[in-house]
């Protein structure tokens, strides 16, 4: 397993690879853990991290690397969905449960998004209360806000400038 930080504008996220694919992006808080030291990024590496970049500075909708997230075949299906929904848009843990035909699992949808092994590249922050407030992010709902925000922002400025 190869990993490194990367600083994005809402937090250090770990980024893991297993040689073959991208296996987590967690929220690491403000600060790396001490215990773990930095490596060589890889090339898998260092394409998520251009990726990332391009994202976050709103120029990225989608991602193109491979993932290997583990799960269970419902959290599987879950975050498959997630990766469905549009950029700068979202959707209720109802919305998603029913899209997985599920109906009555909104709450185990919130609990397959709170293990989703590959934040952002799985975008669980479009998932939103039925209130339509954010809720529920394990960077904090301040990077939840925050990304939606962005995204939101990016789409509004494509549509003014093709349209």
Known sequence: MNFMYYHSPAGILR????GKAITHIQWAGT???????AQEPT???REAARQLSEYFAG?????DLPLAPQGTAFQLRTWQALREIPYGQTRSYKQVAEAIGC???ARAVGGANNRNPV????PCHRVIGADGRPVGYAGGLEAKKWLLALEQSSAGDASSRNG
Do not use: M, Y
Not at 15 to 18: M, R
């Open 103 to 105: 109906p009555k699992g």
């Open 59 to 63: 120029q990225r909708r989608t991602f």
């Open 15 to 18: 980024v893991a690879e297993n």
């Open 119 to 122: 934040s952002i590249l799985t």
């Open 43 to 45: 090339p898998l590496l």
């Open 31 to 37: 600060q790396p853990a001490p215990a773990e030291t």
